[in-house]
């Protein structure tokens, strides 16, 4: 009988971790280098433009999603919001590490002839295609897929060039329990296998 109670109660006890509270959470997203890039400032020069972000998903008011084990959904948003400032937040910080100033510019039209009348060294523009987070519960696990897809666009003075990269990565990972914390470290450590990998080697 004491078997059978413990059975039970540890049934409950794991039905009740599957389910994350609902409502809307926002993440803090966050690209933390952990590369070095000794020839950064020689491939891009000290000075970088940012030219506005698009983001092109079909729905940009969210991130992700999350079903608990009754089906009822909580949804992610970035932070900062909206998303593509999230991200270019996010760089500005990190390459003012490595002597890399940025600026924000008006717009771009991603050609290479523009280019020569730039007063800075190059500029940046990304397309968000994907990103995305959909975590569902099951009695045991959690099970949380996220995936990210963008397109960069990197055009260098110097070069007269535009150089153009897509980049995508998927990630799944397994839980007892799903929280906003989880969720979130694993969008950030996306982004730095994204940008460490890219900034290793723009072009």
């Not at 049934?11 to 966050?30: D, M, N």
């Not at 839980?175 to 996306?190: C, D, G, H, L």
């Amino acid at each position: 009988m004491k078997s059978i109670r413990f059975l039970i109660f540890l049934s409950l006890g794991i039905f009740v971790l599957g389910c994350a509270k609902i409502g809307t959470h926002s993440l803090y997203l966050q690209y933390q280098p952990v590369k070095e890039f000794p020839s950064l400032q020689q491939k891009i020069g000290s000075t970088l433009a940012i030219a506005p972000f698009k983001d092109e998903r079909p729905d940009t008011l969210y991130i992700g999603v999350h079903t608990n084990l009754q089906g009822d959904s909580s949804y992610f948003k970035s932070h900062p919001f909206p998303l593509e400032k999230a991200i270019k937040e996010s760089l500005s910080g990190a390459l003012s590490r490595y002597g890399v100033k940025t600026i924000s510019l008006a717009n771009w039209d991603g050609k290479p002839e523009s280019l020569k009348n730039m007063e800075t060294d190059s500029v940046m523009m990304i397309e968000i295609k994907r990103f995305w987070t959909e975590g569902k519960a099951y009695t045991f696990r959690t099970i949380v897929k996220a995936t990210i897809q963008c397109v960069i666009h990197l055009g260098v003075k110097r070069e007269g060039k535009v150089f153009t990269r897509n980049v995508e990565v998927e990630k799944e990972m397994t839980v007892v329990r799903s929280t906003p914390e989880k969720v979130e470290a694993m969008i950030n450590q996306i982004l730095t296998d994204i940008f460490d990998s890219y900034f290793s080697n723009p072009y």
